[in-house]
């Protein structure tokens, strides 16, 4: 028996061998590093929305703090972080902008000055799903406030979307394009009441 004990131990190394090797998760601590190393970047994004529309634009991202999402035509709305607010211009109605505390949103964590995924009661979700590596997190104060799921690819790390879950369940999908980073954005980008004043409201 034992040299067909020996023939099926080589059979199953070799079988073992032929497998594909699984991808590693990336590590909480490199996705940390990457995030705080973003300061400006600037990307096309497609989103899917609650309902199943489908919506397109262009996304600014200025670090820390700041976001702008400018929504293609016709649609034309715009919404943007900063100051500590998030802002919505509704393109199709005259009155001033839905406004509501960035803190409010996971969306933050990604906007924190200084991203700490290590902390106690933020990640409640980290695993490798077909060689991506997904990190969901929310506000470990205020779980209620929703969830944040980023997707990273690897070599190098590279945030290519999040689903956003908000208190209610409902949850909104931003698939990222080609990221530019290091890109000039002007703060004006980012100004509520500059935005108000162009659009005159």
Do not use: C
């Not at 779980?143 to 208190?167: K, S």
Request: no cysteine; proline share 7%.
């Amino acid at each position: 028996m034992k040299p067909f004990r020996t023939l099926m131990a080589s059979a199953v190394a070799v079988t073992l061998l032929a497998l594909p090797a699984m991808a590693e998760k990336i590590p909480l601590s490199e996705i940390s590093r990457y995030l705080n190393s973003l300061t400006t970047a600037q990307s096309d994004f497609t989103q899917i929305n609650p309902d199943g529309t489908v919506s397109t634009g262009e996304l600014m991202i200025h670090r820390p703090g700041r976001v702008r999402f400018e929504y293609a035509k016709p649609d034309a709305s715009v919404v943007m972080a900063g100051g500590g607010q998030v802002a919505v211009f509704d393109a199709k109605s005259n009155q001033p902008p839905e406004q509501y505390p960035l803190s409010r949103t996971p969306l933050s964590i990604i906007l924190a000055e200084n991203v700490n995924l290590g902390r106690a009661r933020m990640v409640v979700g980290h695993q490798e799903v077909d060689n991506t590596t997904h990190v969901v997190a929310q506000d470990p104060a205020h779980p209620d406030y929703g969830t944040i799921d980023m997707v990273f690819t690897a070599n190098p790390t590279e945030l290519r979307q999040w689903i956003i879950t908000d208190g209610a369940g409902a949850k909104t999908t931003v698939i990222l394009g080609e990221m530019r980073k290091g890109v000039r954005l002007p703060s004006s980008l980012f100004s509520i009441t500059l935005e108000q004043q162009s659009r005159g409201r």
